[in-house]
């Protein structure tokens, strides 16, 4: 008996379960979002920057596949036009390649869910592996629970779509993964903090990842050369992603302040803080960028003139009441909306309905407005706890510690980037920060009460 047991956390036995486990991690993914019946995420205007890049354009111009719809096929275009530079444009440019190899004169929306899909499995298969786990018990609950987890529509429904999201799902969990290896791989981990920071402009705050990853490998050799390195393309990625983002008659800067700022009972002062009058822009209050079609031009040419991100962002550290306040609505929003309203979209060829609550129930759904305001007091008491005892040796601790920040910042980033408009989609990076949180957390007390027992 004790020897089938051993058997059983063979190491072999050990790698063949993770195997299996990354296995029906695509398995769900594919079932989910692939066949039989295709579930993805509308464009919302936004498909262009991935699109652009190697020429697609939609069979079907018409409003039916904005918001509503999910187009299954995309045409190839002539001209190919690269204005946003993103990390998925990598797994863009890996579905049109086989789309070349297959002989397909348009790229299929499936192709690129199944690359999203299949990147995402390999890293949730590194995950599983590096645990650390020397039984096969552990090693089953963990890649059952981060299944469930991870695979839900709340994160993959955006694998089949162009929006920029997905890369930054891969990458982020591809990091956590050979960050937690004791096997020595620095380029490769500092290519996901890279390929995370290139997603989107927004995800730039995940440079910091360098300081965990900094310490991991400090007393290694050549740190001096990694520390240039990581210097130059920080400075690369700063450069670039602020070009990216253009303040200059931007709906971002628009929403941020009209749905953000100044959507607030001290509304006036705010307006006048700015220099902008408020009989002439009292009435844009409350409304995004597109619902304030009657805005003359030479208005909005003096709220560009006025106001930018960097001015919002001094503001609000000037103005702490504010940021209180703001922050008190955000708490209610997320339990009250934790998910956006066009999550998941059909094909019209499969189902006229095209919101998702009418197909299937999201785990999230249910479990966040629950799980997610004490799960953020724990996040900072675990921190504490973590400091407190110095568990600054240990991979899985080092990420506990290093989480928490980026739960706050990622919100200030959303709000502060485009205010209340299209808020639960804006903080989908947020959720899948705090989904890592978890299951690390989970990870991490089964290891100490694991060491207790022995």
Not at 149 to 160: K, W
Not at 320 to 333: C, D, F, N, W, Y
Request: hydrophobic share 50%; net charge neutral; proline share 4%.
């Amino acid at each position: 008996m004790f020897r089938s047991i051993k058997a059983l956390n063979h190491p072999w036995v050990l790698q063949l379960a993770a195997a299996l486990s990354a296995l029906l991690f695509f398995v769900v993914l594919m079932s989910t979002l692939i066949y039989p019946w295709p579930l993805g995420l509308a464009d919302n205007h936004d498909y262009w920057r991935l699109m652009d890049p190697f020429g697609l354009t939609y069979p079907d111009a018409s409003d039916g596949y904005y918001f509503q719809h999910i187009s299954l096929t995309f045409l190839k275009g002539p001209l190919w036009h690269l204005e946003i530079i993103s990390s998925g444009i990598a797994f863009v440019g890996i579905a049109y390649l086989l789309s070349i190899i297959f002989q397909l004169s348009y790229v299929p929306l499936v192709l690129l869910g199944a690359v999203h899909c299949l990147f995402y499995s390999v890293a949730f298969y590194f995950y599983i592996r590096n645990t650390g786990y020397k039984h096969l018990f552990p090693i089953v609950v963990t890649g059952l629970v981060a299944l469930l987890f991870l695979t839900d529509i709340f994160f993959t429904a955006y694998f089949n779509s162009f929006y920029q999201e997905s890369s930054v799902f891969i990458f982020l969990l591809f990091f956590i993964a050979l960050f937690q290896s004791k096997k020595v791989h620095f380029w490769w981990e500092w290519l996901m903090v890279v390929g995370v920071a290139f997603s989107k402009v927004s995800n730039i705050t995940f440079l910091l990842l360098f300081i965990p990853l900094a310490i991991k490998y400090w007393h290694r050799k050549g740190r001096s050369l990694k520390l240039i390195v990581t210097i130059m393309v920080c400075s690369v990625i700063f450069f670039i992603q602020s070009s990216n983002q253009n303040d200059s008659n931007s709906p971002n800067v628009f929403n941020s302040f009209f749905v953000g700022l100044a959507q607030d009972q001290h509304s006036e002062q705010i307006l006048h803080d700015f220099g902008l009058k408020y009989n002439d822009f009292s009435p844009f209050v409350g409304k995004n960028y597109w619902q304030a079609y009657d805005l003359a031009d030479n208005l909005k040419a003096e709220f560009y003139q006025k106001v930018n991100h960097r001015k919002i962002v001094l503001y609000y550290l000037s103005h702490p009441i504010i940021v209180l306040e703001k922050l008190r609505q955000i708490g209610g929003e997320l339990v009250s909306e934790p998910r956006p309203q066009n999550l998941a979209n059909r094909s019209d060829e499969f189902s006229p309905d095209f919101v998702l609550e009418k197909n299937i129930t999201s785990f999230w759904q249910k479990a966040l407005p629950i799980i997610l305001l004490p799960g953020l007091l724990l996040s900072l008491v675990q921190l504490f706890y973590l400091i407190k005892w110095r568990y600054y040796h240990d991979y899985t601790a080092q990420l506990l510690i290093v989480l928490p920040f980026f739960l706050p910042l990622q919100l200030a980033v959303s709000f502060i980037g485009d205010g209340w408009n299209e808020f639960a989609k804006h903080n989908s990076t947020f959720y899948f920060v705090f989904v890592l949180w978890l299951v690390l957390s989970g990870q991490f007390w089964y290891k100490q009460l694991e060491m207790k027992r022995l």
